[in-house]
T-cell receptor, first 114, second 109 residues
Framework: KAGVTQTPRYLIKTRGQQVTLSCSPISGHRSVSWYQQTPGQGLQFLFEYFSETQRNKGNFPGRFSGRQFSNSRSEMNVSTLELGDSALYLC?????????????FGPGTRLTVL | GENVEQHPSTLSVQEGDSAVIKCTYSDSASNYFPWYKQELGKGPQLIIDIRSNVGEKKDQRIAVTLNKTAKHFSLHITETQPEDSAVYFCAASLNDMRFGAGTRLTVKP
């Protein structure tokens, strides 16, 4: 069974640009959650999508957005990039809502903002 | 919202010794407490989890205990091996997952 895949694995952008990251969950999983991981702030919850609906949202500005498609694949978008957005972005999938079933993490997308 | 604190931030043990990592949470309604292991260049991997209706769970060398009254839970690794070296995260979940800051465990051969 294939694991969670994230593309691209590495990305370099400049301030002011926007970026779209993609996550393909494990087949059959309906929930996809996104997290930002930085050395200073640790793992922080961005949002969770379940059956194409955003179910929960963390404390991030509106520049961070996401969506989920009918095949459960998810994308997150960050607009007007800032230096502080440099981080490892992780997505995790689960059969049911996070907290109701085990979450499986992808390898992450390393975003560097110059 | 939920706030999770994790201690210690770094832990170094000799191979064969035990390692204990402790976490506290703030929201008494949280009902799911997973522990993740993250190796360099990889995403976190679930190693054990516990729900609020259980006080202790064990899986081979790994165990987790939960004290709902005190709102803390702990990870215990016995007979540590060099391959246990990694960063460990605790988390607490009610509506979303909140993570501790992580513990870097080093097991010296």
């Amino acid at each position: 069974k294939a694991g969670v895949t994230q593309t691209p694995r590495y990305l370099i952008k400049t301030r002011g640009q926007q970026v779209t990251l993609s996550c393909s969950p494990i087949s059959g999983h309906r929930s996809v959650s996104w997290y930002q991981q930085t050395p200073g702030q640790g793992l922080q919850f961005l949002f969770e999508y379940f059956s194409e609906t955003q179910r929960n949202k963390g404390n991030f500005p509106g520049r961070f957005s996401g969506r989920q498609f009918s095949n459960s694949r998810s994308e997150m978008n960050v607009s007007t990039l800032e230096l502080g957005d440099s981080a490892l972005y992780l997505c995790a999938s689960s059969l049911f809502l996070a907290g109701e079933a085990e979450q499986f993490f992808g390898p992450g997308t390393r975003l560097t903002v110059l | 919202g939920e706030n999770v604190e994790q201690h210690p931030s770094t832990l170094s043990v000799q191979e064969g010794d035990s390692a204990v990592i402790k976490c506290t949470y703030s929201d008494s309604a949280s009902n799911y407490f997973p522990w993740y292991k993250q190796e360099l260049g990889k995403g976190p991997q679930l190693i054990i989890d516990i729900r609020s209706n259980v006080g202790e769970k064990k899986d081979q060398r790994i165990a987790v205990t939960l004290n709902k009254t005190a709102k803390h839970f702990s990870l215990h690794i016995t007979e540590t091996q060099p391959e246990d070296s990694a960063v460990y995260f605790c988390a607490a979940s009610l509506n979303d997952m909140r993570f501790g800051a992580g513990t870097r465990l080093t097991v010296k051969p």
